[in-house]
């Protein structure tokens, strides 16, 4: 035998990491740990103790405790004595404290990355290779955010104490994630790892001790379910931010609408993996491999729906298969090993019992001839191909190596069958032709997209879902944002709940009359009547009669948001044309501006009403100049690639305005949405809806695509119940009272649209700091990664 066929028919001999570091360290802790709470180990206070086990073995490693809401008051308490002075510490010093924990987390990386292998499953080959580096580099950037933070933030402050809870699949990865751009912002943290992974966080825990990280900066609470439970409802945090399944997910929305907590929610995901006839085959299967069976495919951004062109569909299964025979299962501390184990029983169960479901669907399942351990917890990597794209292994994520194959003609037919799900995290595309990969990148509704590449991260670039894969990023300025918010703001005082509502006694509703100013709503670039065929009173300050309004309902606001979304043309339009029809609304709204200014003096006195629509015409001129300066940024991973992030517009936004300040107010909200290319339905002012009447006419002259704003008066509260449950709004903003606020919240959490509030406080719409710029363009945007990568 030559050496050449020996070298391609030589067996793989063991090639075991060695974990003695990792089991010193554990031994050195009686392998039993308590919760780490102000910089010490306590033991639980109420909570007992569980095990983690070995998935690859089913041996117990070590045992944890079980935080109660005892533990999490504590290390709440903790966070909480520890937020002033760490907050206010020079952000020199703290960003000396993410320098230190970097070098830390380098020193320890071998241990570190032996107990994720153990704790997890997953191969040593990916935790030392891939998480840890991983890790580091994100507290490196983030000590540079530190640094950078009073030039780079300026006018914004901490949100406080925060509540982080983290999945099992890369538990170290998502602390880092968490931690980082929390403690860099200068808030504090209580954070609980997931109950299959707590010991990666354990050993944090202890690197915080090691570099002297002030007590209370950082605590570690573990244990389950109820643990987070306990978290997410302790009136004593300031925001959750969360990583895991989009039911837990909606659990937490729910349980955090009453309350002024941000919340940050990075859920599931149910990836497309697109390859076009011209792509470079045997690229795209090596890219498969990092997409579907990375970490056994227990990845939130795995590629697990694989969408062919049908040309190639029949030679790319072939290599898929022949490359799927060479994957190597087996134990993951093993450095040859490819896929490892299982986090859990019932993870390995629900694949299973997801796989039947995809066969009992119609689906063909193909797995390799390779060699299974014969204990642990071990899945084959499988290929079910005919899958069709209802099929619940089309639709669900398995967070398993399961690959879901489908066909598809025309690059249009691949956008349309990627973005057929309600998840909206992640995409691939692979093709030879740059303009196609990038025209395909742009229509995919994904927050992040990796052209010719996949599962590509880093700490520059923010990673974050659209739809029901959640909303915020993790990573880069934007992920910094989840954890500041404008200083102004936090110290505003709230809007007495009966503010500016409108007397009940004064607003009656009556059937349509002719009183002698009547408007009428404003769907779909007409004015209509409203399907209730009912008007009410809107009075002055005095509470002379001024006019009727419609009283709009739920099925006005289905037509409007039917409008809205036909006006689509509006988020295709170049920025520069957005400008120019803000600009000509400007220009309109001046040419009106005494017989509006009069009308608005009914309301709000003739001094406010003057500096009103002046202020207003101020803020179209402000948002026609941002419409083509929200640019995105281009990144510079470490890695030969370039990450496009671009401010998409969200969808259709559904609008609540607020009762003060009816016409700036409205236009605040209205005009950043508009400028990011969002089309929208608004509810006005209750006190002064008659300000539709002016507004059609500006808006009809104005070049404006008819549906791009829709208009519904009524009762906000009412209204808003319909808003925010519609499935088809993409966002609500609700600037009104604390109670509406709170129903925006709850209301919406069906399809998880993202919400924007004032939490209820007042808004000093005059002032440009607090009432246009940047915080409302952020929220009218979301951010979409395009990494390409360059070079041979
Ligand atoms: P999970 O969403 O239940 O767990 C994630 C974290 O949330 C854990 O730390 C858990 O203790 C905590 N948690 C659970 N219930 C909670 C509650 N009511 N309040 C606060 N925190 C709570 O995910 P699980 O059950 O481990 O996995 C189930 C499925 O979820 C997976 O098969 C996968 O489809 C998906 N998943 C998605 C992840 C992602 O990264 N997007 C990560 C983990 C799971």
Known sequence: MSIAEKFLTMEYGPAPEDPKDALLWLDG?????GHFIDGAWRQPIEGGFFDSTDPSTGEKIATVAQGSAADVEAAVQAARNAFPKWQSLAPHARARHLYAMARAVQRHSRRLAVLETIDNGKPIRESRDIDIPLVVRHFYHH????????????????????????????????????????????????????EFTPLTALAFAEICQEIGLPPGVVNIVTGDG???????????????????????????RRATAQSHKRLSLELGGKSPFVVFEDADLDSAVEGLVDGIWLNQGQVCCAGSRLLMQESIAEALVEKIRNRMGALRVGPPLDKAIDIGAIVAPVQLERIRRLVDQGIADGAT????????????????????SNVHPTSVVAQQEIFGPVLAAMTFRTPAEAVELANNTVYGLAACVWSESINVSLQVAAQLKAGVVWVNCTNLFDAACGFGGYRESGYGREGGREGLLEYLEPSWFKNASVIPASAGKPDDSAQKQHADSAI?????????????????????????????????????NRKDIRNAVEAARKAASWSKTTAHNRAQVLFYMAENLSLRQEEIARRLAAIVGEAQAAKEVAASIERIFSYAAWADKFDGAVHNPPSRTIAIAMNEPIGTVGIVCPNDSPLLGLLSLVLPVLAAGNTTVVVPSETYPLIIGDLYQVFDTSDLPDGAVNIVSGYASQLLKTVAEHDDLDAVWCFSDETNAAAAKS??????????TNEGRAI????????????FLQHATQVKNIWVPYGE
Not at 365 to 384: A, D, H, K, N, V
Request: glycine residues 12%; proline residues 6%; positive net charge.
């Open 29 to 33: 802790h009686h392998r039993k740990f």
């Open 143 to 194: 000590a540079g955010w530190a640094q950078l933070l009073e030039s780079e933030f300026s006018g914004y402050t901490a949100c406080g104490v925060v509540g982080q809870i983290i999945p099992w699949n890369f538990p170290l990865l998502m602390l880092a994630w968490k931690i980082a751009p929390a403690i860099a912002t200068g808030n504090t943290v209580v954070l609980k790892p997931a």
């Open 226 to 252: 109820s643990t987070g439970e306990a978290l997410v409802k302790h009136s004593g945090v300031d925001k959750i931010a969360f990583t895991g399944s989009t039911e837990v997910g909606r659990i937490i």
């Open 365 to 384: 399942c193909w797995q390799p001839q390779i060699e299974m351990p014969s204990r642990g917890l071990y899945f084959p990597p499988t290929l079910l």
């Open 516 to 552: 002698d100013r009547t408007v009428k709503l404003y769907i779909g670039g007409k004015q209509v009547r409203p399907d209730s065929g009912y008007t009410f009173e809107v009075r002055g300050q005095h509470g002379e009669l001024l006019g009727d309004a419609p009283l709009g």
């Open 747 to 756: 209301l919406s959490v069906g399809n998880l649209k993202q919400v924007f």
């Open 764 to 775: 000093d719409w005059f002032d440009a700091k607090q009432g246009e710029g940047r915080w």
